[in-house]
């Protein structure tokens, strides 16, 4: 009987006994490939930091270490680098702060973001008075970005940072969170602090505030390079009480102090060699050293009155990233006991549309709260890659306060009107052109107090860009 022949391409056996053979063939490229994909290389690993000293420098304000400031008032900090770079992440600003004018009656708090609604606007100039970066109405901004942030953050990290270590101030303070939407919200049995010490004397507490909460420029993940933070100017300026402060009582006097500030810097200084590259390769050409920030531009319309309002932005953006726009109720500002940042009672019956040139977004108005909070969300990208917000669906809505005489105590008023423009959902710079022929738009009805003054807000954040030279710094918008 005649022996039937097998194919070795396709018995097994075969194709066993040729992949063994081939693994016994691989070349020394091929094993040094497979050695770097499986992590496999033991050899001595090399340096690769350019960087020769890292440290921590503090700098002082203008004004020096005595100075005090109150609402109103501005505060100046030039930052003197030299030619260190600046990690803008890590670097932050501490001053301590007091209340005045209290009484046991009055529990002064920074409620909400803590001490971040002490400052109202910030201004950004290079070292040739070239203004870089202005954010105005800065603390509404904070107000609900932060509080955008997850609660484990807030509590945590913030709280520590922003609260003067819990003397002064709680983020998302409110019990019974829990409650349905439009049912009693219970308000806290005591605030953390009277603002006064048991002898009578101001109590004073140490805050923390990184700077990127202080102008976006300092928002940024690269190293600041000298050419732009060697002798860079910091404006800021103290909100009002009112908008600072949110009491127990209504009381006329209650103010708050800010002093010893100081702005501490992580600081790196590279090897000469390293420093002198940059600046032959790229400071001295004509494309220079880029750096890269997404800022904030802001359109307001104060004293509105009615149920629809509509508000444009007429400024020239090469990239417009994303929008949204807040309404707050200014009346409330005249009371200490209300949060004067928080937003009206978001309807029901509440609707919006953005609108650039001839396109709508969305195409048809978004109604209710419900969309509007999904809205949000799909602003924030927590529908993409399921990330926990704080602002949760009440606070968002907003709630009436038991026995406060008002519905805006700090744990509500977080709603607002968003809008996205960036053009992918996975790049990062994919946003749309603003100029005269084709301006920002903002349309709203259905606003819920439409007898009292109103002021709406539109933020806008947009790329910035600064090409550093050795001798200069030049401004794309």
């Keep these: 009987m005649a022996q039937r022949e097998t194919n070795p391409a396709t018995d097994p056996t075969k194709m066993d006994l040729a992949d063994a053979k081939a693994d016994e063939d691989l070349g020394r490229p091929d094993i040094t490939r497979l050695l770097t ?6 050899t001595k690993g090399a340096s690769v930091n350019p960087v020769v000293v890292r440290q921590q420098k503090e700098n002082v304000a203008d004004n020096g270490t005595g100075a005090t400031f109150g609402p109103g008032q501005r505060i100046y900090l030039t930052l003197q680098t030299g030619v260190d770079f600046i990690d803008p992440l890590n ?10 004018g209290g009484a046991d009656a009055t529990k002064a708090m920074l409620m909400g973001t803590g001490a971040l609604r002490l400052f109202s606007d910030s201004v950004v100039t290079a070292r040739s008075s070239q203004e870089l970066d202005r954010c105005e109405r800065m ?5 609900h970005l932060v509080r955008g942030e997850s609660i484990e953050l807030q509590q945590n990290n913030y709280n520590g940072m922003f609260a003067a270590s819990g003397n002064f101030a709680t983020i998302n303070t409110c ?13 806290p049995a005591a605030a953390p602090s009277d603002g006064t010490s048991p002898d009578g004397s101001p109590q004073i507490g140490t805050v923390c505030i990184p700077l990127k909460f202080l102008s976006p420029i300092f928002n940024s993940t690269k190293l600041m390079p000298p050419h732009l933070s060697r002798g860079l100017r910091l404006e800021l300026a103290c909100a009002t009480a009112i908008d600072a402060i949110v009491a127990g009582a209504d009381r006329t006097g209650t103010t708050y102090t800010i002093s010893g500030v100081r702005c501490l810097l992580d600081s790196y200084t590279v090897a000469d060699s390293v420093l002198s590259y940059l600046n032959a390769e790229w400071a001295s050409t004509p494309s220079g050293l880029v750096y890269e920030w997404k800022s ?6 104060d004293n509105q009155t009615g149920t629809t309002c509509n508000l444009d932005l ?3 953006l090469s990239m417009a990233l994303d929008a949204f726009a807040c309404c707050r109720e200014t009346n409330a500002e005249a009371k200490l006991t209300n949060d004067s940042l928080a937003s009206e009672i978001l309807a029901n019956t509440s609707t919006s549309q953005w609108r650039i040139g001839s396109t709508y977004l969305p195409s048809q108005n978004c109604v209710g709260q419900a969309r509007h909070y999904a809205l949000m969300l799909y602003w924030m990208s927590r529908l993409r890659y399921d990330v926990p917000t704080g602002t949760n669906f009440q606070w968002f809505v907003g709630g009436a306060t038991a026995g406060a005489g008002n519905d ?20 990062d710079q994919a946003g749309q052109a603003l ?3 084709s301006t920002l738009s903002f349309n709203a009805s259905g606003l819920t107090a439409p007898a009292v003054s109103q002021s709406i807000t539109m933020f806008c954040r947009h790329l910035r860009r600064a090409i550093c030279f050795v001798e200069n710094v030049v401004l794309e918008t």
């Excluded at 994909?37 to 033991?42: F, L, R, S, V, W």
């Excluded at 019990?175 to 308000?187: D, H, K, L, N, Q």
């Excluded at 805006?408 to 790049?427: D, E, Q």
């Design 435 to 437: 100029n005269n022929s």
């Design 175 to 187: 019990s019974a969170v829990a409650s349905p939407v439009g049912a009693t919200i219970a308000r």
């Design 139 to 143: 603390h509404v901004l904070n107000y």
């Design 296 to 301: 904030w531009v802001t359109s307001p319309l």
């Design 314 to 316: 007429r400024r020239s």
């Design 408 to 427: 805006r105590y700090p744990a509500f008023g977080l709603g607002k009107f968003c809008c996205v423009l960036n053009r992918s959902s996975i790049l």
């Design 91 to 100: 670097s932050y600003l501490a001053f301590d702060i007091a209340f005045s």
């Design 37 to 42: 994909i499986n992590d496999m290389i033991y």
